[in-house]
């Protein structure tokens, strides 16, 4: 069955770095998405990416955070200078048909 | 504003007794509603998801769910829980703009499965 597959699976950061976490779609999917959620907290939705180009984001998707579809298969990620606020497990996830969303098993991301 | 409600933080159930999660959703339109599950250090799996049509909906691994409109819930049920399945479940609604949504999440149910 298809996956959507996401590296690293934990990854230990220095406040202040640069991090990117990686994801390969589902292959026929065509609308691609961050969730992230914070320990004990609700899954949140932080960016949705279709057609090359972000269609919505959230409030916490400030410019500290950034997305790219750098070729055909992968979806990148990238925090450009963490904070240990942004220690969490980010979900990498993707749709066919923009409905129906199939998540990865996630990204721990922990600053220090 | 959309909202998803799961009352329960934490249940215990027995293996083989019936099991129930409550949802309730506060939505404008007509819900895109779902379940999902994560098991310890895993990822979010889909369980079922209601569109449209029958209420009742069935899911993998034995799960159904009913819509009910009058009362803004989407429950999740199971005749008889297995071990396996003590895991935290998600519901969510999906906040659709043109074709695509994106989902809101419940803070999740924890289940526990004693012998």
């Known amino acids: 069955e298809p996956e959507v597959t996401q590296t690293p699976s934990h990854q230990v950061t220095q406040m202040g770095q640069e991090v990117i976490l990686r994801c390969v779609p589902i292959?026929?999917?065509?609308?691609f998405y961050w969730y992230r959620q914070i320990l004990g907290q609700k899954v949140e939705f932080l960016v949705s990416?279709?057609?090359?180009?972000?269609?919505?984001k959230s409030e916490i998707f400030d410019d500290q955070f950034s997305v790219e579809r750098p070729d055909g298969s992968n979806f990148t990620l990238k925090i450009r200078s963490t904070k240990l606020e942004d220690s969490a497990m980010y979900f990498c996830?993707?749709?066919?048909?923009?409905?129906?969303?199939?998540f990865g098993e996630g990204s721990w991301l922990t600053v220090v | 504003a959309q909202s998803v409600t799961q009352p329960d933080i934490h249940i215990t159930v027995s293996e083989g007794a019936s099991l129930e999660l409550r949802c309730n959703y506060s939505?404008?339109?007509?819900?895109?509603l779902f379940w999902y599950v994560q098991s310890p250090g895993q990822g979010l799996q889909l369980l079922l998801k209601?569109?449209?049509?029958?209420?009742l909906v069935q899911g993998i691994k034995g799960f159904e769910a009913e819509f009910k409109r009058s009362q803004s819930s989407f429950n999740l049920r199971k005749p008889s829980v297995h071990w396996s399945d003590a895991a935290e479940y998600f519901c969510?609604?999906?906040?659709?703009?043109?074709?695509?949504?994106?989902?809101?999440f419940g803070k999740g149910t924890k289940l526990s499965v004693k012998p």
């Open positions: 969510a609604v999906g906040v659709m703009r043109g074709s695509q949504g994106n989902l809101i």
């Open positions: 292959s026929n999917h065509l609308y």
């Open positions: 990416f279709y057609n090359n180009e972000i269609s919505e």
């Open positions: 209601y569109f449209s049509g029958d209420t």
């Open positions: 996830a993707s749709s066919y048909q923009g409905n129906t969303i199939y």
């Open positions: 939505y404008g339109a007509t819900p895109y």
